[in-house]
């Protein structure tokens, strides 16, 4: 099993910055690769950025540009940098892990999720 535990949201005005973390543990031998994910209410959840086993990301058209995501392995810890937050950012944000060796923002490849941690952007 993987274990992981997101940090860092909060309520910021549009425009601003938020740095979201989420530290993994357990058996982390397993994951390949590692996402974010976001769910807003009365919506589907969907994936927003992905680093891959070789380093590669992946991004939703609507944060390129403006999120970043990182993954420091000798702290065992994913982050994810947002800029230029908007209020269509709001939304309940999850760290994910998946044993996947492919790339993708398919949450169906993601068995190992965090609780989430909330993100309120406002105009």
């Known amino acids: 099993q993987v274990q992981l535990v997101e940090s860092g949201g909060g309520s910021v005005q549009s425009g601003g910055s938020l740095r979201l973390s989420c530290a993994f543990s357990g058996d982390t031998f397993r994951i390949r690769s590692m996402g974010w994910f976001r769910q807003a209410p009365g919506k589907e959840r969907e994936g927003v950025a992905t680093?891959?086993?070789?380093?590669?990301?992946i991004y939703a058209d609507s944060v390129k540009g403006r999120f970043t995501i990182s993954q420091d392995n000798a702290k065992n810890t994913l982050s994810l940098q947002m800029n230029s937050l908007a209020p269509e950012d709001t939304a309940l944000y999850f760290c994910a892990a998946a044993e996947f060796f492919g790339c993708t923002l398919s949450s169906v490849v993601f068995p190992y999720w965090g609780q989430g941690t909330q993100v309120t952007v406002s105009s």
């Open positions: 680093i891959c086993r070789n380093g590669g990301t």
